[in-house]
């Protein structure tokens, strides 16, 4: 459920389909055809100054996507933090992360329902039963 190659994380910067902003984050999706939904994180240093700091927002992160990845569209998301993210709390981080993959599944559902039919045919054929 992660991003791990360069190649991944460029193919999202270079054609983000879906940007949803957030109090502290940002994410960029683009759909995928893994069938699930993987997560990449870029929190620098310059964002989140301590180490501690980063690796809680990391943490926060996949546990929110963890918790949510049964009705989280076949996305590929990347998540970056932006500066005032490491001083927010965690119930507030973790608010804004379900509201900002609220707001990811209802634009994912947009696109797909407003596609060509021959896409969305094919597309249905696709779908488990």
Known sequence: MRLLSSGDYRQ????????????????LAIPNRQGHVRVGLVISRKNARRAVDRNRLKRLIRESVRHRQHWLPAVDIVVLARRDASSLDNDTITRQLHGMWRRLTKEVGKQTDSAPPDEQ???????PR
């Open 12 to 27: 999202v910067f270079e054609q983000t389909a879906f940007r949803i902003h957030g109090r502290g984050f940002l994410a």
């Open 121 to 127: 045919n094919h597309r249905d054929r696709l779908k």
